[in-house]
C-alpha cells in the first residue's frame, strides 16, 4: 500500500483524529491520540491490508516545553513490504500507556527500556522493572531535565579530574593499507637487496 492508502485505512477504521506527516522520503508516520495507541497497535498489525507483522524498534523522546513524551514504534511488512511509524505522545507528568506486548512480544523489552530511561509505565505489561539501571536508581536519564546523583550506594558516579585521552595521530594509508612509514622502509629493503645482487 501507499502512504496514502495506510493513512486513510487507519483513519476510516479508527474514527479518530490521526496527524499524518511525510516525514523523510520513504519514513512516513502517522500520530494517534494515546486512549487509541492499543487499538492503532491492533489494526496495523492484524489487518490484511496492514500486516505490520514486524516492529523494529520501539522508542521514546522527551519534550519537556510541551510537557509531554512521545513514544515511536517503527513497524514493518513482511508481506506487503511497506513500511510505518506510528507515534503517540502522554503527559510528562504522569506517563501511562497501554503495553502493546500482546500485539508484538519484542515490545516487552522495548518498553521496559523506556520504563526505565524515560519514566513510562506501561499498563497491563508483564513485567515492567528495570532493564538497563539497577531497581533503585534515582531519575530517567533520557529525560532532558535528568540530573544525575553524585553518589550510588557510597560509589561516586562520575570521575573528577580524570585526563581525557589525547587524540591519536592518524598515519596516512596508502591503498593497500600501509603506513607511509611502512611503504618507505619496504621501498628501501629491496633497493638494498637489489644492490647485493648487482
Known amino acids: 500500500m501507499t502512504p496514502e492508502a495506510i493513512r486513510d485505512h487507519l483513519a476510516g477504521k479508527l474514527g479518530a483524529e490521526i496527524e499524518w506527516h ?4 520513504g519514513d512516513p508516520f502517522a500520530v494517534v491520540p494515546s486512549d487509541r495507541w492499543l487499538d ?3 489494526l496495523a498489525r492484524e489487518e490484511d491490508e496492514l500486516l505490520f507483522d514486524f516492529l523494529r524498534a520501539q522508542t521514546g523522546t522527551d519534550y519537556p516545553d510541551d510537557g509531554a513524551i512521545e513514544v515511536v514504534s517503527h513497524l514493518f511488512s513482511y508481506q506487503h513490504r511497506h513500511a510505518l511509524v506510528l ?5 510528562r507528568a504522569d506517563p501511562k500507556l497501554h503495553t502493546i506486548e500482546g500485539v508484538w512480544p519484542a515490545a516487552n523489552w522495548y518498553e ?3 520504563f526505565d530511561l524515560l519514566g513510562v509505565h506501561f499498563e497491563n505489561h508483564s513485567d ?4 538497563v539501571l539497577p531497581e533503585d536508581w534515582v531519575g530517567h536519564p533520557l529525560r532532558k531535565d ?7 550506594k557510597g560509589i561516586p558516579t562520575t570521575r573528577p579530574g580524570y585526563p581525557k ?3 591519536k595521530e592518524k598515519k596516512k594509508k596508502n ?3 600501509r603506513g607511509t612509514a611502512e611503504v618507505a622502509e619496504s621501498a628501501e629493503k629491496k633497493a638494498e637487496k637489489k644492490d647485493e645482487v648487482e
Request: charged share 45%; glycine share 6%.
Open 175 to 177: 591503498r593497500e593499507g
Open 40 to 42: 492503532a497497535c491492533k
Open 165 to 167: 585521552p589525547e587524540p
Open 112 to 114: 521496559r527500556e523506556i
Open 146 to 152: 535528568y540530573k544525575e546523583q553524585d553518589f550510588y
Open 22 to 25: 511525510e516525514g523523510k522520503p
Open 87 to 91: 507515534k503517540t505522545r502522554v503527559d
Open 128 to 131: 515492567l522493572r528495570h532493564l
